[in-house]
Nanobody, 123 residues
Framework: QVQLVESGGGLVQAGGSLRLSCAASGRTFSGYTMGWFRQAPGKEREFVSAIDWSGGSTYYADSVKGRFTISRDNAKNTVYLQMNSLKPEDTAVYYC????????????????WGQGTQVTVSS
């Protein structure tokens, strides 16, 4: 059974940092693009970042560009999201997912999802 487990969320003050991890089990995803999305209360799930299978290409939403860094360790079947200079508007549940088809920034193109980890940034 495929499982994605996010961790590393928490409460942090504005300007602080967090590092999210997404550990995959059940199969290897080393050949797939992986993505991070987030969803704030009352809002739609939105694209945050994605990384191709090799780690050679990365993509970011404009709102996080320059503050967040995505990376992966295929040997550990894990994807990371380093979040720096956090802002209150970054508060959301963060999800990792495996890209399946279509545009990397569209949630509909992802096949497997984790349960999410809460990130709360206080002002």
């Amino acid at each position: 059974q495929v499982q994605l487990v996010e961790s590393g969320g928490g409460l942090v003050q504005a300007g602080g940092s967090l590092r999210l991890s997404c550990a995959a089990s059940g199969r290897t995803f080393s050949g797939y693009t992986m993505g991070w999305f987030r969803q704030a209360p009352g809002k739609e799930r939105e694209f945050v970042s994605a990384i191709d299978w090799s780690g050679g290409s990365t993509y970011y939403a404009d709102s996080v560009k320059g503050r967040f860094t995505i990376s992966r360790d295929n040997a550990k079947n894990t994807v990371y999201l380093q979040m720096n200079s956090l802002k209150p508007e970054d508060t959301a549940v963060y999800y990792c997912a495996v890209h399946h088809v279509g545009f990397y920034y569209s949630p509909s193109g992802y096949r497997y999802w984790g349960q999410g980890t809460q990130v709360t940034v206080s002002s």
